[in-house]
């Protein structure tokens, strides 16, 4: 007699729990997808607009630097729980 309780993709409750995510990204989840974000619609911009590469990454630079300057001196990480852990 089997004893498993796999569904029918082969993975249990318990592990589907696991993959899921219980928590809205944080702030510093945010500003790692808002950096490559910049670059691709910057680069996308330069080539509809016709703008030189060379200012288009310079500008998507400028963004992302901001970014992690808010994220690590502006707001930076705090130790502890994130917001909503019980």
Known sequence: MSTRTDGP??????YVEQLLPRQSPTRH???LAV??????LTLVAAVVLGLSMQVAIA???VVGAVAVIDALFVHPPTRGRRRGDT
């Open 35 to 40: 950096i490559p974000a910049v670059f691709v």
């Open 9 to 14: 993709d082969g993975f249990s409750g318990q």
């Open 59 to 61: 500008g998507a630079s």
């Open 29 to 31: 989840d945010l500003v």
